[in-house]
């Protein structure tokens, strides 16, 4: 599956912005889908991720309460609505699948820019 992701852009701190994955190539049914991000100079973080099958959702705790991850089905999508962003939200956002029963990310979208000015 091939992942295109879009949405960033420059907002200020307490803004929300809207970012969405586009899957081509298959469906996302039997995946998890995941958000990651990664600020210069530090590793990769998970932010976000939902079960394809059941729509289960997992965030990390910097997160949690300010993000939601969503899928489309009819537009196989995946989005990720962040509200009150925070300058310490600003990184490259990528999107990212791999199989349900399995543990390594085998899917990777290009990554979309997000910056929040304080």
């Known amino acids: 599956v091939q992942l295109q992701a879009s949405g960033g852009g420059l907002v200020q701190a307490g803004d929300s912005l809207r970012l969405s994955c586009a899957a081509s190539g298959r469906t996302f049914s039997g995946y998890f889908m995941a958000w990651f991000r990664q600020a210069p100079g530090k590793e990769r973080e998970f932010v976000a991720g939902i079960r394809w099958s059941g729509g289960s959702t997992y965030y990390a705790d910097s997160v949690k309460g300010r993000f939601t991850i969503s899928g489309d089905n009819a537009k196989n999508t995946v989005n990720l609505q962040m509200s009150r962003l925070k300058p310490e939200d600003a990184a490259v956002y990528y999107c990212?699948?791999?199989?349900?029963?399995?543990?390594?990310?085998?899917?990777w979208g290009q990554g979309t820019q997000v910056t929040v000015s304080s």
């Open positions: 990212a699948a791999r199989v349900e029963s399995g543990v390594r990310y085998a899917c």
